[in-house]
T-cell receptor, first 115, second 116 residues
Framework: GAGVSQSPRYKVAKRGQDVALRCDPI?????LFWYQQALGQGPEFLTY????????KSGLPSDRFFAERPEGSVSTLKIQRTQQEDSAVYLC?????????????FGPGTRLTVL | AQSVTQPDIHITVSEGASLELRCNYS??????LFWYVQSPGQGLQLLLK??????LVQGIKGFEAEFKRSQSSFNLRKPSVHWSDAAEYFC??????????????FGTGTRLQVTL
């Protein structure tokens, strides 16, 4: 596609529900990142994939957060037993190391509200 | 650990006035530096980036930024602000490319308000 797409754009969950957020990166981009942006804050790194390999998950805040990219393209961020503090915008970004400059292209984000 | 400080949470300027948004970073090696803009409900759009070479970089929408290693700064400037520039601006630092991509560390952002 022309850019990074994310779905759904908005998600409302009741506390304790599981949610799944999808990211479609730019075609051919091997690197994929997830960030969490709380209200009034800058994005914070969650996890990073190179192709299907999850090379860095140091930013995942708890074991309730899980991300996968099984075929090295689409990625899903799953949050189990959602809590109110999980309310945030979840941003996905992709990049192509072949370009050699670490420029990341961001999707529009999924706004998660946990009631 | 890498970090970014944007000391101004909120700035208001008049349309047509000049603008400077401050950014200071902490990074152990030569950083890659970025400025992104975020409009309400939108994703992040890259304004400009610095990797190496000329320390004054030009970006889209008339923005420029100057990398000053001695001050660990990467301030964003625009000579004449337009009302459409009202948005949230984020400075970010990333590692140099070594074969795998590098996560970005963002500042907390500066909200720009433009008065007519």
């Amino acid at each position: 596609g022309a850019g990074v797409s994310q779905s759904p754009r908005y998600k409302v969950a009741k506390r304790g529900q599981d949610v799944a957020l999808r990211c479609d990166p730019i075609s051919g981009h091997v690197s994929l990142f997830w960030y969490q942006q709380a209200l009034g804050q800058g994005p914070e790194f969650l996890t990073y994939f190179q192709n299907e390999a999850q090379l860095d998950k140091s930013g995942l805040p708890s074991d309730r957060f899980f991300a996968e990219r099984p075929e090295g393209s689409v990625s899903t961020l799953k949050i189990q037993r959602t809590q109110q503090e999980d309310s945030a915008v979840y941003l996905c970004a992709s990049s192509s190391p072949a370009s050699g400059n670490n420029e990341q292209f961001f999707g529009p984000g999924t706004r998660l509200t946990v009631l | 650990a890498q970090s970014v400080t944007q000391p101004d949470i909120h700035i208001t300027v008049s349309e047509g006035a000049s603008l400077e948004l401050r950014c200071n970073y902490s990074y152990g090696a030569t950083p890659y530096l970025f400025w992104y803009v975020q409009s309400p409900g939108q994703g992040l759009q890259l304004l400009l980036k610095y990797f190496s070479g000329d320390t004054l970089v030009q970006g889209i929408k008339g923005f420029e930024a100057e990398f000053k290693r001695s001050q660990s700064s990467f301030n964003l400037r625009k000579p004449s602000v337009h009302w459409s520039d009202a948005a949230e601006y984020f400075c970010a630092v990333g590692g140099t490319y070594t074969g795998t991509a590098s996560k970005l560390t963002f500042g907390t952002g500066t909200r720009l308000q433009v008065t007519l």
